[in-house]
Nanobody, 111 residues
């Protein structure tokens, strides 16, 4: 069982930045595929970014060039650096690892 705890959400003005963190349990973290998803009100959950155990990454088109996913295997933590935030980035952001989900953290971007 993998437990995931997100942090770092909040309220920010358009154009601002936030960094989300997701701490994972387990000794096999370095082997996990990790990802960030988001769900806005009335919309389906969508992929934001993913990172493999080998640190290969892929991003949704809507966040390319603005968001960066990274991992620190020594800290069992994955990050999502979000820059140039837009109101349409407002959503609950969820951490994912090998089929397991965190509880989510709210990101609100005001115009």
């Amino acid at each position: 069982q993998v437990q995931l705890v997100e942090s770092g959400g909040g309220l920010v003005q358009a154009g601002g930045s936030l960094r989300l963190s997701c701490a994972a349990s387990g000794s096999m973290f370095s082997l996990y595929r990790m990802g960030w998803y988001r769900q806005a009100p009335g919309k389906q959950r969508e992929l934001v970014a993913r990172i493999t155990s080998g640190a290969s990454t892929n991003y949704a088109d809507s966040v390319k060039g603005r968001f960066t996913i990274s991992r620190d295997n020594a800290k069992n933590t994955v990050y999502l650096q979000m820059n140039s935030l837009k109101p349409e980035d407002t959503a609950v952001y969820y951490c994912w690892a090998e089929g397991h989900w965190g509880q989510g953290t709210q990101v609100t971007v005001s115009s």
